[in-house]
T-cell receptor, first 119, second 115 residues
Framework: GAVVSQHPSWVICKSGTSVKIECRSL??????MFWYRQFPKQSLMLMAT?????????EQGVEKDKFLINHASLTLSTLTVTSAHPEDSSFYIC???????????????FGPGTRLTVL | KNQVEQSPQSLIILEGKNCTLQ??????????LRWYKQDTGRGPVSLTI?????NTKSNGRYTATLDADTKQSSLHITASQLSDSASYIC??????????????FGTGTRLKVLA
């Protein structure tokens, strides 16, 4: 149980185009989804937290107009990188959580990640 | 400032040997601490979770310890296998002034197991 998928697993795009990454919780309904970015040999950096049906909360320094997050249902969240540039090339990972964020058992289940390369 | 520091940054060991990874945190208030294994090009997978009252927890060849007084945790890997080669990330969940929770990620330890 608690499987999270991401699509695509990798994508190469030209500079200036937009790319959409999907994150799905396959066997549970996710109250909250998180989006992370990871550069080589670095740990995950939280970009934003999104709750179903409401606007995402972005971390300081993350441009909300550039990284559009939509969490339209309890099983799907999307991250759109708009007008992508080479410096946006990174490994993007989502996670989904079930249950109340304040509950002790609250756990994040991570997707397999999406490798974005912007030429 | 809430921080999670891991050591060593990288480690190379021979197959069959044991190793211990360290995690020091300054997160307050503390909720729980998880160790994750992240294979290259994959998302992290949870190995163990420890709360304030737990000192030791095992998951197969992985044993995590927690000392809440010194705010230190360790992950011990016994009889290492080639498949243990990965990054190991310590994540501490802590509270915020607004009453919500935040996950603070360590920088990870990259483990390489050689045949």
């Amino acid at each position: 149980g608690a499987v999270v998928s991401q699509h695509p697993s990798w994508v190469i795009c030209k500079s200036g185009t937009s790319v959409k990454i999907e994150c799905r919780s396959l066997d549970f309904q996710a109250t909250t989804m998180f989006w992370y970015r990871q550069f080589p040999k670095q740990s995950l950096m939280l970009m934003a937290t999104s709750n179903e049906g409401s606007k995402a909360t972005y971390e300081q320094g993350v441009e909300k107009d550039k990284f559009l997050i939509n969490h339209a249902s309890l099983t799907l969240s999307t991250l759109t990188v708009t007008s992508a540039h080479p410096e946006d090339s990174s490994f993007y990972i989502c996670s989904a959580s079930v249950g109340l964020a304040g509950a002790l058992e609250h756990e994040q289940f991570f997707g397999p990640g999406t490798r974005l390369t912007v030429l | 400032k809430n921080q999670v520091e891991q050591s060593p940054q990288s480690l190379i060991i021979l197959e069959g040997k044991n190793c211990t990874l360290q995690c020091n945190y300054t997160v307050s208030p503390f909720s729980n601490l998880r160790w994750y294994k992240q294979d290259t090009g994959r998302g992290p997978v949870s190995l163990t979770i420890m709360t304030f009252s737990e000192n030791t927890k095992s998951n197969g060849r992985y044993t995590a310890t927690l000392d809440a007084d010194t705010k230190q945790s360790s992950l011990h890997i016994t009889a290492s296998q080639l498949s243990d080669s990965a990054s190991y990330i310590c994540v501490v969940r802590g509270g915020t002034t607004s009453g919500t929770y935040k996950y603070i990620f360590g920088t990870g330890t990259r483990l390489k197991v050689l045949a």
